[in-house]
């Protein structure tokens, strides 16, 4: 019999699922929460080696999750961004996502970990039916169809909400999510990070680009190559791209260099020319520039920054 991954108390060993996951490879793997008159939600403290984490999926619930340890690369909907130690999200119920962690990110033990709440949308709507004071502040709330990264603020209170959790019986967790479930949804501290993709034929395309870069923007990549690894010639494939993502396929790579140029200059010691070199720029005054025009200062001053902040 297969586990639900998001069975409670399936919180450390949940390698043969994601074994499955990991066979699968290029399939969205589509899952359902358990039985309602089991858990009314799910709550998973997840240490887990960076090779079995999930592929790509999707589910119908919420998903809130806490990157505890490690950091890597998120895709949610359209969208490719790096992710690191510290961050929020909220996927929306029926959004493809995948979270990839780099290994060189994982603990002694090869480990990454996360908290995360799962909840389908129908216990907001029945607690609202419940309980009039939620109700009196989720009255009228759009709920996002998009995925979610939360701010300083939001993100802090929400980190704490889930380490509360994490030593509470059901019971205690229950009263917890009453505080999270208004917080989420009310919150302006917030950015986008990824629209759904609704056509499947899109959504296997664009996974198809994005672990193209993944795997060659340490180089040049040319138009002609990555048309013809989707199937589409230079011309159509360029209005593709654009249409889809408002960016031209070189602004894409530019945008995912420089995200892994930023996780280097946090958590490595490399210096700014062996990172210019590593994420596929060949001239680091050209390096430099573009860096300090997109993030507003250079890599030095960046690692700088962020050094003094942590």
Not at 57 to 82: C, F, I, K, P
Not at 103 to 115: I, P, Q, T
Not at 257 to 262: E, N
């Amino acid at each position: 019999m297969l586990i639900h991954p998001f069975r409670e108390g399936y919180t450390h060993t949940m390698s043969a699922f994601l074994f499955y996951f990991f066979l699968m490879e290029d399939t969205a793997i589509p899952y359902e929460l358990p039985e309602v008159e089991d858990h009314s939600f799910f709550f998973i403290d997840q240490r887990i080696e960076v090779s079995l984490e999930a592929k790509l999926h999707r589910h119908d619930a919420w998903e809130l999750y806490y990157v505890v340890h490690g950091h890597g690369n998120r895709m949610a909907g359209d969208t490719l961004q790096s992710f690191v130690a510290g961050d929020v999200a909220l996927i929306p119920p029926s959004m493809l996502h995948r979270w990839e962690y780099a290994a060189e990110s994982a603990d002694k033990d090869g480990c990454v970990r996360y908290l995360m709440v799962a909840f389908s949308h129908s216990l907001v709507e029945r607690c609202m039916e419940v309980f009039p004071e939620l109700r009196n502040r989720l009255m009228g709330v759009m709920f996002p169809t998009d995925a979610l990264k939360f701010g300083t603020e939001s993100s802090r209170v929400i980190r704490k909400a889930l380490v509360e959790m994490n030593g509470m019986d059901e019971l205690g967790r229950l009263s917890v999510m009453f505080r999270l479930l208004p917080l989420i949804f009310t919150s302006s501290d917030y950015t986008f990070v990824g629209k759904p993709m609704r056509i499947e034929r899109d959504v296997r395309r664009m996974q198809q680009i994005c672990t193209y870069v993944m795997a060659h923007y340490v180089h040049p990549i040319a138009l002609d190559d990555i048309a013809a690894e989707v199937g589409m010639n230079r011309s159509a494939f360029c209005s593709y791209f654009k249409r889809c993502k408002g960016m031209t396929f070189s602004q894409f790579v530019t945008q995912y260099r420089l995200g892994t140029a930023c996780e280097l200059l946090r958590h490595s010691q490399k210096s700014v020319s062996e990172i210019c070199y590593l994420v596929g720029f060949n001239d680091l005054p050209h390096f430099v520039r573009v860096f300090t025009k997109e993030k507003g200062m250079s890599p030095g001053k960046y690692r700088r920054a962020i050094s003094k902040s942590e």
